[in-house]
């Protein structure tokens, strides 16, 4: 276990409760950019340079594209309040590190609990050592983190109003996607890591353009208000 | 290195084209149409066989990628010009090259998580650049934003379904553990696999906007132009099949389809073949009648997961890229018929054939391409199709189904042949006028005279050019049908 990481991942997960719960339109994107970031840096050891540059570049982009479309348009907020999503985080993260632990318990073929060895996944593709007594590895937190994510990006995706907390959701149910990919299957390959920062741009755009039309069209519905 | 160089250029004239599209729009689709003429050049120029390795992965273009670049690339160029015919804001140039440079090296790709997130990130331009910018009744039409971001949700979910699929089958609970296919006798394992491949196939029906997933398909076609249909469902649903289709074949193996995932798997297509069929024959406008004929033939490729067996997968290529090249020609001749009479409903549309006979031949070919005859390729697809997922049935089924394009494009074209209706006979004829030639000195005027006066004859003629580009993708389409795609 490295305090490192489980220092990122607290990271993301803060800076995910805050994307989808602040009332302030301009610190939402800031949350989001902690988030993405944060999952850009979540790996031991770090993947080469370029692919870093890449993975931060696009989680800095998307985090841009998200600041863009914030502007002007209706204020949105968690209707639960940061608190209760917070708490969410916390029990997606629970539960995504019993996910790691028990994929981890298959794949040395004990069937409970964590024990030595790796264990083959898949064609080419490995998991790290489990030592006894250890949860924490570098897998499972990312598991923790993509579970994390998942809980506090689904609602506001699937049920938001549209607008720049459905694209928030939408971009932090994309990197969960992502993270979960890596955490149960184990690192990608260098296309794949730019395929799935094009993907999280692609995402981040699109909730973008989408939030923006609706607030232009909010504007024109209420032409005597304000931007937020 | 050809390929690299087609999704170069693909990628690059599609984002010019997106980025210029509002403010200098000629520019824009002048950049697209020559980029789409140039992929097709490269496209034609391309080996069958090549290899290359880019980010530790290898990329092999094959009959298939080349096949699908030159029929998409030459239909876009076609879908281009009738843009600028038909006027107002690109939006579809931009995006389908976008989807070209994506689906091209998708299908080269043997990382099948890189094809993935690639189509998804690519497909989601062509739903939400025509959804936006696109909408035939106008920006504040209220169904626009939400079906555009019901249909940028299903693009992009069916990409994040793919993805969990994939990531899904190689851990440690996932089908992949011994090696492609091998350790099905475990009943667990067997499980997974078929899991797997029903995670996937639910991803396919998301992107390709199968019933009961049709809503906002349906909404979408029925809002934006039909050009823009061919690159968001025809082809970029194509793209994601054929890459889902190779995954479930390659990764999880023909053994993954049990008897309890192939039912589930034939009944979904059966109700979007079906159900789409019979939408097709009861609409009376012609954009729904395109779409739910798209959506019937992902009805179609769908049974191609019932069953993964490679000479399935093989006629599934064929189908796939036979069937949207067939609908690029369809989405074509509703644009310019809806551009030429301003109806889209048959009731309005009464003598069109008659009243422009190359539009009337166009859709000839077009429809004697998607009945298809025995022989045909598109034909002996669709029957290898139906026929692997239900042995025994198959021949009459297939019959069945093919009799529903004849019914639902027999309807418009009976419509072409009644006495020519008041809203059609005040539409251009499509007939050759040269008035314009004439009257810029055409026979005693100078050669910078006539030259002057080509614009002016292009206008006076752009009802004839626009038929002239439908009846040139019809005999893609149905050159396609005979030959099939190299599956």
Redesign the interface.
């Known amino acids: 276990m490295s305090l490192v990481l489980v220092a990122i991942v607290l990271a993301i997960g803060a800076g995910a409760v805050v994307a989808v719960s602040t009332r302030d339109a301009a610190a939402a994107p800031i949350g989001l950019a902690v988030a993405l970031v944060g999952s850009a840096l979540l790996a031991d050891p770090l993947p080469s340079a370029p692919i870093l540059g890449v993975r931060i570049v696009a989680a800095l982009l998307a985090a841009t594209l998200i600041r863009w479309a914030a502007r002007g348009g209706p204020r949105q907020f968690s209707p639960l309040g940061w608190p209760s999503e917070a708490l969410l985080a916390t029990a997606g993260a629970v539960a995504g590190l019993g996910l790691a632990v028990g994929l981890a318990s298959i794949s040395v073929g004990v069937g409970a609990g964590p024990t030595d060895g790796p264990g083959p996944i898949g064609p080419g593709v490995g998991l790290p050592s489990l030592p006894t007594g250890e949860v924490l590895t570098s897998m499972a937190l990312t598991v923790a983190a993509g579970t994390s994510l998942l809980v506090l990006g689904a609602a506001p995706m699937v049920h938001g109003r549209p607008g720049v907390r459905r694209a928030i959701g939408l971009v932090l149910v994309a990197q969960a996607v992502l993270l979960l990919r890596v955490g149960v299957a184990g690192p990608a390959v260098e296309l794949e890591e730019i395929a799935r920062a094009a993907f999280l741009v692609a995402c981040a755009g699109t909730g973008a353009a989408l939030a923006h039309a609706t607030a232009v069209a909010h504007a024109t519905a209420t032409p005597h208000d304000g931007p937020a | 290195m050809n390929l690299l160089l087609l999704a170069s250029v693909a990628i690059g004239a599609g984002l010019a084209t997106i980025f210029f599209s509002g403010t200098k729009p000629r520019a824009a689709l002048a950049v697209g149409i020559a980029g789409s003429l140039a992929v097709l050049v490269v496209a034609l120029a391309m080996p069958t066989e090549e290899s290359l390795q880019?980010?530790?992965?290898g990329l092999v273009s094959t009959p298939l990628v080349r096949g699908m670049a030159v029929a998409w690339s030459a239909g876009l160029a076609v879908l281009g010009l009738l843009e600028v015919a038909i006027g107002g804001r690109p939006t579809v140039v931009g995006p389908a090259l976008v989807g070209i440079a994506v689906a091209t090296a998708a299908l080269a790709?043997k990382?099948p998580?890189?094809?993935v997130?690639?189509l998804?990130?690519?497909g989601?331009?062509g739903v939400?650049i025509p959804g936006?910018s696109g909408w035939l009744d106008g920006p504040?039409s209220p169904s626009r934003?939400?079906t555009?971001?019901r249909g940028?949700?299903a693009v992009?979910g069916s990409?994040?379904i793919g993805?969990?699929a994939?990531?899904?089958?190689?851990?440690?609970?996932?089908p992949?553990?011994g090696?492609?296919g091998e350790g099905l006798g475990d009943p667990g394992v067997r499980l997974a696999s078929g899991l797997a491949l029903l995670a996937m196939v639910v991803a396919v029906a998301f992107r390709s906007g199968l019933i009961p997933l049709h809503v906002w398909a349906a909404r979408f076609m029925e809002g934006v132009s039909p050009l823009a249909i061919p690159a968001a469902f025809a082809w970029g649903s194509a793209a994601f099949v054929l890459v889902a289709l190779d995954w479930s074949q390659v990764?999880l193996g023909p053994d993954a389809a049990g008897d309890v995932e192939s039912a589930l798997i034939i009944g979904l297509s059966l109700l979007s073949l079906v159900l789409g069929g019979l939408a097709a024959m009861v609409h009376d406008d012609i954009e729904h009648v395109l779409g739910y004929s798209i959506l019937q033939d992902a009805g179609i490729a769908l049974l191609a997961f019932a069953s993964l067996e490679p000479e399935v997968a093989a006629a599934a290529r064929n189908w796939l890229v036979a069937s949207a090249t067939v609908k690029t020609g369809l989405a074509a001749w509703a644009a310019v018929v809806r551009a030429t009479y301003g109806g889209h409903r048959l009731e309005d549309l009464g003598g069109w054939a008659r009243h422009s006979p190359v539009l009337g031949l166009s859709f000839a070919a077009l429809l004697v391409a998607a009945i298809g005859l025995p022989g045909m390729a598109l034909f002996d697809a669709r029957a290898s199709l139906i026929s692997s997922a239900m042995p025994g049935v198959g021949a009459v089924v297939t019959i069945l189904i093919a009799a529903m394009p004849a019914i639902y494009l027999g309807r418009i074209a009976s419509a072409g042949l009644r006495p020519i209706g008041q809203a059609v006979a005040v539409g251009p004829s499509g007939r050759p006028k040269w008035s314009g030639g004439r009257a810029g000195g055409w026979s005693e005027g100078t050669r910078r005279d006539i030259v002057r006066a080509i614009p002016a004859d292009l206008r006076a003629n752009r009802a004839a050019l626009m038929a002239l580009g439908v009846l040139a993708l019809a005999v893609m389409g149905l050159m396609t049908a005979v030959g099939g795609a190299g599956g």
């Open positions: 880019i980010g530790g992965v790709t990382d998580a890189s094809s997130a690639a998804a990130a690519g989601v331009a939400v936006l504040e934003l939400p555009t971001s940028s949700l992009l990409g994040l993805l969990a994939i990531g899904w089958a190689a851990s440690p609970a996932g992949l553990e090696g492609a990764f």
